[in-house]
């Protein structure tokens, strides 16, 4: 049985910095791309940031590129979503999933397995 669970979020104040994890049993990450999705009140799930499978590359919605940065464990199983300079439009529940690659990040309708979703709360 394949399950991913988010930790991590919580409240940060405004410019502030949290680091999301995604960690999984049933499942080897490393093999995986694994997207980070988030989803806030009244508005639609986006994509913001998709970590290719064993070395692969990063890429990074427009909304997010310069601030948010993915990183894999695969001693622990386990991705990482560094988030910096956290701004209130980032407050959301928080996933990740995972599929082959990245390409269908930005909508996420390819990603199989999901995670139930960590919360952020951007506020001073």
């Known amino acids: 049985q394949v399950q991913l669970v988010e930790s991590g979020g919580g409240l940060v104040q405004p410019g502030g910095s949290l680091r999301l994890s995604c960690s999984a049993s049933?499942?080897?990450?490393?093999?995986?791309?694994v997207g980070w999705f988030r989803q806030a009140p009244g508005k639609e799930r986006e994509g913001v940031a998709c970590?290719?499978?064993?070395?692969?590359?990063?890429v990074y919605a427009d909304s997010v590129k310069g601030r948010f940065t993915t990183s894999r464990d695969n001693a622990k199983n386990t991705v990482y979503l560094e988030m910096n300079n956290l701004k209130p439009e980032d407050m959301a529940t928080y996933s990740c999933?995972?599929?082959?690659?990245?390409?269908?990040?930005?909508?996420?309708?390819?990603?199989?397995?999901w995670g139930q979703g960590t919360q952020v709360t951007v506020s001073s």
């Open positions: 999933a995972t599929d082959w690659g990245c390409t269908y990040y930005l909508t996420g309708e390819k990603f199989k397995y």
């Open positions: 049933g499942i080897t990450l490393e093999y995986y791309a």
């Open positions: 970590i290719g499978p064993y070395d692969g590359a990063s």
